[in-house]
C-alpha cells in the first residue's frame, strides 16, 4: 500500500513510523528534510515504541485556580484548561530523542514540495493509496470554523551547569504575565497569552467545526483533527487505522482470488467491525483520561 505522509513535523513523522511499523514506506511531503525539535512545555507521553529514556516532570500550579487561569490564558473563565488537573510528578519523554531516531529511520522518504490547497492534496490519491494530513484544517478548510488565539513562548537554551530538572509552573496570577514556564531538557521558557516580539508564535486550538471526511484520507494531530489530540494519541490512531485498512485489504484480496466466499467475507467484516468499535471506544476512554490529566 502506497502512503502518503502530509506534513513533517512531530505528527507527521510519528504517523510515517506508525505506518512503516505495519509494513509500508511511505512517502513524506514536507519542505524540510528533517523534522525540527518544538521547544517549551513539550513532551511526549509514550514512547511510541522506540527505545526512549522515560524522565521526570514536575508540574507545579499556583496564583489562581482554573477559572482564574481559564480567564487568563483564553478570555473565559469557562473554557477547559489543564490547570488543576495535573499538578504533581510525571514520567515523560524528550522529543529531541525521538526526532533524532525517526530523521535517521526515515531518511530518504523526505519529497520536498509544498501545498497551496486542499485540492493539491486529494490529488495524490490518484498516485497514493492512503493520505494522512497533519497539515492545519483552519489552512486547508479556510471558510469554515476553526478558530484559535495567538500567544508565544521564549525558549533560551541552558548552559550545562545550569540545566534543572524538568519542571513547569502553572501561573493564574493575573500579575504575571506569563502563563506557563520553566525548564524542559535543557531549554528555559515561558508562554505568554499574547506575541510577545521575538518570540516563536504559537496558536491555541479552539473547538469549532468538524474536519470534513474524504475516502482514504486520515485527518490527524492537534491541527489535523482541530482538537487536543496529544501526538501519542495521533500515533496510535494511525497505528490502529493502518492494521485495520491491512487486514481489511488482505480479506478482500483473498475474496478476489477464489479463496474466500462472500459469505465468509461478510462475517469476517462483521468481526473486524466489531474489534475496531471496541479499539474506537478505548482510544476516547484513554483520550478523556488523559484531557481529564491536563
Not at 512517502?27 to 523534522?35: G, K, L, S, V
Not at 497551496?116 to 492545519?136: A, F, G, K, M, S
Not at 530538572?165 to 515561558?190: E, H
Amino acid at each position: 500500500m502506497k502512503v502518503a505522509i502530509i506534513g513533517g513535523g512531530l505528527v507527521g513523522r510519528l504517523a510515517a513510523w506508525a505506518t512503516m511499523q505495519t509494513g509500508h514506506t511511505p512517502t513524506i511531503f514536507d519542505r524540510m528534510p528533517e523534522a525540527v525539535t518544538p521547544r517549551g512545555f513539550v513532551y511526549l507521553h509514550d514512547n511510541c515504541g522506540l527505545p526512549l529514556t522515560p524522565q521526570r516532570i514536575h508540574v507545579i500550579e499556583t496564583g489562581g485556580n482554573r477559572f482564574d487561569y481559564a480567564y487568563k490564558v483564553y478570555g473565559d473563565s469557562f473554557h477547559e484548561v489543564s490547570f488543576g488537573k495535573y499538578t504533581g510528578v510525571h514520567e515523560g519523554y524528550d522529543p529531541a530523542e525521538l526526532l533524532n531516531i525517526l530523521n535517521g529511520l526515515q531518511h530518504g522518504m523526505v519529497k520536498d514540495m509544498n501545498f497551496e490547497n486542499l485540492d493539491e492534496i486529494l490529488n495524490l490519491r490518484q498516485d497514493y493509496d492512503r493520505l494522512i494530513v497533519t497539515l492545519p484544517a483552519n489552512r486547508l478548510f479556510s471558510k469554515m470554523n476553526f478558530p484559535s488565539i495567538k500567544g508565544s513562548v521564549g525558549v533560551f537554551p541552558l548552559d550545562a551547569g545550569e540545566v534543572l530538572n524538568n519542571f513547569c509552573v502553572y501561573s493564574a496570577d493575573p500579575n504575571i504575565p506569563w502563563y506557563r514556564a520553566g525548564s524542559m531538557f535543557g531549554y528555559a521558557f515561558r508562554e505568554f497569552p499574547y506575541v510577545v516580539p521575538g518570540h516563536r508564535v504559537i496558536n491555541k486550538v479552539i473547538p469549532g467545526d468538524v474536519v470534513p471526511t474524504y475516502g482514504n484520507v486520515l485527518f490527524t494531530g492537534r491541527f489535523g483533527r482541530w482538537d487536543k489530540q496529544l501526538s501519542h494519541e495521533s500515533y496510535k490512531e494511525v497505528l490502529n487505522s493502518d492494521e485495520d485498512v491491512q487486514q481489511l485489504s488482505r480479506i478482500i484480496s483473498l475474496v478476489n482470488s477464489g479463496v474466500l466466499s462472500k459469505a465468509d467475507l461478510m462475517r469476517r467484516i462483521s468481526v473486524n467491525l466489531v474489534g475496531i468499535l471496541i479499539r474506537i471506544s478505548s482510544s476516547l476512554d484513554d483520550m478523556d483520561t488523559l484531557r481529564g490529566q491536563r
